[in-house]
């Protein structure tokens, strides 16, 4: 039998500092200590992340993350087994802060190294749960920066299987909210008023492509755009419409109406892939994953396939480095281990089978 292992997990990618210490002990994963310190109010001013303010920001706060993990975990330097850090994808001057910290963590004490991918980290989120899912699987990635949907023959080993073309789900509900004048990130503030509104008052769909399952949520943005401000004026056609006022009903119906159309077109995705691969469960992650309607239509289609579903916790869609240390825990058990030279890397290296 395996003996308990403790890892300290940092994640600083995108916009979120974050230090976790998660146990393993062949088993379950279990997180003892977990700290994010969001950038939001860094970036909010600016309608989205500001690289070279993202790097400074995690220079000034991972040693505090990595205080109060190691504190609320109740484990010293000297408990730990390894030091991983997620080095792709990302902000090359954020990621560079994470990983180099863990390297040199690693080193001070003497155990190993890991370099993790952040995307297939949000599907190891799932690994959190109070039972670990069985493989094949097919997941979910919709975060701000990514939507993947991959297939994994196991924990470790994951092929694209569809992914988008342009935005993100997530970077389009940001923009989507930056469109209607409500605040950043712009998901939560969609889905909230999405709730009151009616769907069916503007005919919004997301792009697709002829033979792919690929996304692309830009022409839904455009849309979007064009219902607010009116469709341009082209040469030599009849003047265009005034679009209707934008007061707070029509605001929520344009939030149902967008918020609908990004959740059919992640919906057609993912069946695609259930209806194909026949997976053992259904895994999601990421930011969006958070959304409810999001959350909702994932059940139907585990449900509907009975395939079981996996979802992230919500505290764990959005960035945090549990999820580090849960992909790091996987690949720590497998005995893998990363050399202190791993490059950090800007975009993932998930490729398609
Ligand atoms: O996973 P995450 O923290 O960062 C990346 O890896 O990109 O995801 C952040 C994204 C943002 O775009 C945010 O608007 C979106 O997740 N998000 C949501 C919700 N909560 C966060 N999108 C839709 N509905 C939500 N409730
Ligand atoms: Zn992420």
Redesign the pocket.
Same mark, same amino acid.
């Given at each position: 039998m395996s003996r308990h292992r403790l890892i300290l997990a940092l994640e600083t990618?995108?916009d %979120?500092t974050a230090a976790a210490v998660v146990a393993c002990d062949g088993g379950a994963i279990r997180v003892l200590g977990d700290a994010v310190i969001t950038q939001d109010q860094v970036h909010a001013t600016y309608g989205g992340v500001v690289p070279e303010l993202a790097s400074r920001a995690h220079l000034e706060k991972l040693t505090p993350a990595i205080r109060t993990a190691m504190e609320r975990a109740g484990v010293a330097a000297q408990d730990l087994d390894a030091v991983a850090a997620g080095h792709r994808p990302g902000l090359i001057g954020s990621l560079l802060v994470g990983v180099s910290a863990a390297k040199a963590f690693a080193w001070s004490i003497q155990k190993p190294f890991l370099g993790v991918d952040?995307v297939q980290a949000?599907l190891a989120a799932c690994h959190l749960g109070e039972r670990p899912p069985a493989y094949p699987a097919v997941g979910l990635v919709a975060? *701000?920066?990514?939507t993947h949907v991959l297939s994994l023959q196991d924990p470790l080993h994951a092929t694209l299987v569809a992914r988008t073309r342009d935005d #993100? #789900? *997530? %970077?389009a509900?940001?923009k989507a #909210?930056s469109i209607l004048g409500l605040g950043w990130? *712009?998901?939560?503030h969609? %889905?909230r008023l999405a709730a009151s509104g009616d769907p069916d008052a503007l005919p919004l769909q997301a792009g697709r492509f002829a033979g792919s399952e690929d996304f692309s949520f830009s022409g839904l943005k455009t849309a979007l755009l064009y219902a607010v401000r009116g469709v341009p004026q082209a040469p030599h056609r009849p003047p265009r419409p005034e679009p209707p006022s934008l007061d707070d009903a029509r605001r929520a119906d344009l939030c149902a109406a967008f918020?609908r159309a990004v959740v059919r077109s992640l919906e057609r995705g993912v069946r695609s892939a259930v209806d194909r691969l026949r997976p053992r469960s259904l895994l999601a992650g *990421?930011?969006?994953i958070?959304?409810?309607a999001?959350r909702a239509m994932l059940e139907q289609v585990a449900a509907d396939s009975q395939v079981p579903l996996h979802l992230s916790a919500p505290a764990h869609?959005?960035?945090n480095a549990a999820m580090i240390g849960a992909l790091a825990a996987l690949r720590l058990q497998a005995g893998q281990a990363d050399p202190l030279d791993l490059a950090s890397e800007p975009l993932s290296l998930i490729a398609r089978a």
């Amino acid at each position: 039998m395996s003996r308990h292992r403790l890892i300290l997990a940092l994640e600083t990618s995108c916009d %979120e500092t974050a230090a976790a210490v998660v146990a393993c002990d062949g088993g379950a994963i279990r997180v003892l200590g977990d700290a994010v310190i969001t950038q939001d109010q860094v970036h909010a001013t600016y309608g989205g992340v500001v690289p070279e303010l993202a790097s400074r920001a995690h220079l000034e706060k991972l040693t505090p993350a990595i205080r109060t993990a190691m504190e609320r975990a109740g484990v010293a330097a000297q408990d730990l087994d390894a030091v991983a850090a997620g080095h792709r994808p990302g902000l090359i001057g954020s990621l560079l802060v994470g990983v180099s910290a863990a390297k040199a963590f690693a080193w001070s004490i003497q155990k190993p190294f890991l370099g993790v991918d952040h995307v297939q980290a949000h599907l190891a989120a799932c690994h959190l749960g109070e039972r670990p899912p069985a493989y094949p699987a097919v997941g979910l990635v919709a975060s *701000g920066g990514h939507t993947h949907v991959l297939s994994l023959q196991d924990p470790l080993h994951a092929t694209l299987v569809a992914r988008t073309r342009d935005d #993100a #789900a *997530g %970077e389009a509900f940001d923009k989507a #909210a930056s469109i209607l004048g409500l605040g950043w990130p *712009g998901g939560p503030h969609i %889905e909230r008023l999405a709730a009151s509104g009616d769907p069916d008052a503007l005919p919004l769909q997301a792009g697709r492509f002829a033979g792919s399952e690929d996304f692309s949520f830009s022409g839904l943005k455009t849309a979007l755009l064009y219902a607010v401000r009116g469709v341009p004026q082209a040469p030599h056609r009849p003047p265009r419409p005034e679009p209707p006022s934008l007061d707070d009903a029509r605001r929520a119906d344009l939030c149902a109406a967008f918020q609908r159309a990004v959740v059919r077109s992640l919906e057609r995705g993912v069946r695609s892939a259930v209806d194909r691969l026949r997976p053992r469960s259904l895994l999601a992650g *990421g930011g969006v994953i958070r959304n409810g309607a999001v959350r909702a239509m994932l059940e139907q289609v585990a449900a509907d396939s009975q395939v079981p579903l996996h979802l992230s916790a919500p505290a764990h869609c959005t960035d945090n480095a549990a999820m580090i240390g849960a992909l790091a825990a996987l690949r720590l058990q497998a005995g893998q281990a990363d050399p202190l030279d791993l490059a950090s890397e800007p975009l993932s290296l998930i490729a398609r089978a």
